[in-house]
């Protein structure tokens, strides 16, 4: 349920009025990058211990699919946009068809607020992508399996995890159901959850057909896709605007990499041809005006032998971005205030030979832990940035924080070694959680 106060006032800042809809370390970096503009940023979140309350000009106290709340928080700014991609649009097109504004449109986000139509929308736009199918499609009755070695080795209960096996499907009862991989797909494979899932939440890399025949039983197939697993050589990530006018720009391309499927350190810029480069730029500007898309928009890439390929997209600001704050002459969080607002949109341009932006994820599950000595410690670092978040609680590879640290190398592979032994400097303040 929401908390709506009718006597709210709108504060003094000057500019536009922003809303967001959520209250995490995003909305609150949001509010940070609005409070140095003298702006107005009120947030909506049913949580009154989240980063945002403490910096954002008014807060909505309700959940963020909840839509009195939303229409609530219209009601004290020019346009709303939000932190994540959990979005109702349902829900919010009443607001929409009301003369709310939301930015991006609802429209421009139907698409990619489901990993399903996210993928189907790469798919119609030609754009490269691994294949995928909707995971209830690899179900078939008997009558409908054709006899390939797939079906029969499934039939045989071989127990070849490369190739295929039987499965239940829990939802329907239907244990007379046989599964059969595509042609020329083999183990491992990527299976996720087409909505909710964050930080390697609903993602499982499966290995062998138990793997998959476990995974049919204990979730509704029609909620999840899989994915070919691809042998990547880098993961890379590109954060680009567009405004309401129609013009793209582009943060640098950031090489990323992760730990146990969460975004464990950014550097920028990545070690990538000016080719390679283009190709992620030609893509962002593809994905955003086929949308008509204004407002930021983040994607993620796998690079390697079968070239440049889309993994995931991010209606929003990201964690690839975050070193934009003191590394660019504009931060992604100043650029979507600026898009939202309805100006134009300007071209960041790195300010530093590149940065390093380390995750600071928990490695004590305490409650009571802050950390304390070692974010002083970490502070203290030449050229370093500590962004701490203030959550409650640290829970084993939460997000509680980030570091960036400004590099001096401007050459490539000397600028790879640079941060490669400013992230030994981290980590051995701030260890990795365990495995």
């Known amino acids: 349920m929401s908390t709506i106060s009718p006597a709210f006032i709108p504060a003094a800042e000057a500019g536009p009025a922003i809303g967001i809809v959520g209250g995490g370390q995003l909305a609150w970096m949001l509010a940070e990058a609005a409070r140095a503009r003298g702006a107005a940023l009120h947030v909506q979140t049913p949580a009154d211990h989240d980063p945002a309350v403490r910096l954002a000009s008014s807060v909505v106290s309700a959940g963020i699919r909840d839509a009195a709340g939303t229409r609530e928080l219209a009601r004290r700014c020019s346009a709303i946009s939000f932190e994540n991609e959990w979005v109702d649009l349902e829900a919010l097109a009443p607001l929409a068809a009301d003369g709310v504004q939301f930015v991006p449109s609802l429209e421009a986000l139907r698409p990619l607020v489901c990993k399903r139509s996210q993928r189907e929308l790469l798919d119609r736009l030609h754009l490269p992508s691994p294949r995928w199918l909707p995971l209830d499609q690899l179900l078939q009755s008997p009558e409908q399996a054709p006899e390939t070695d797939q079906s029969r080795i499934a039939a045989e209960n071989s127990g070849d995890g490369a190739l295929a096996g039987a499965a239940a499907d829990s939802a329907a009862g239907a244990s007379d159901r046989v599964w059969a991989l595509p042609s020329g797909w083999a183990f491992p494979v990527v299976a996720k959850a087409a909505t909710g899932g964050y930080d390697g939440k609903g993602t499982q890399v499966l290995r062998c057909a138990e793997e998959l025949e476990d995974l049919l039983q204990r979730v509704q197939p029609q909620d999840w896709i899989l994915e070919e697993f691809v042998a990547f050589e880098q993961e ?25 499927q969460v975004c464990d350190w950014v550097l920028v810029p990545a070690q990538a041809s000016h080719a390679l480069e283009q190709a992620a730029r030609n893509i962002a500007a593809s994905l955003l005006t086929a949308l008509d898309y204004v407002g930021v928009l983040s994607i993620e890439f796998f690079y390697g032998p079968a070239g440049l390929q889309v993994n995931e997209l991010a209606p929003r600001t990201h964690n690839s971005g975050h070193y934009s704050i003191e590394a660019c002459s504009l931060s992604q969080f100043a650029l979507q205030l600026q898009l939202v607002s309805g100006q134009t949109a300007l071209q960041p341009e790195l300010s530093a030979a590149g940065a390093l932006m380390v995750n600071l994820l928990g490695y004590q599950d305490s409650d009571d832990s802050d950390y304390l000595p ?62």
């Open 374 to 435: 070692q974010r002083q410690a970490l502070a203290a670092l030449p050229q370093a940035h500590l962004h701490w978040y203030g959550k409650r609680g640290s829970s084993l590879g939460r997000k509680l924080g980030h570091l960036t640290l400004l590099l001096h190398e401007r050459r490539g592979p000397e600028r790879e070694q640079e941060a490669m032994a400013r992230l030994a400097d981290v980590r051995a303040i701030w260890p990795l959680p365990p495995s």
């Open 236 to 260: 890379l990530a590109l954060v680009a605007g567009r405004d309401r006018v129609g013009a793209v720009v582009w943060f640098p391309l950031a090489k990323t990499h992760q730990h146990q």
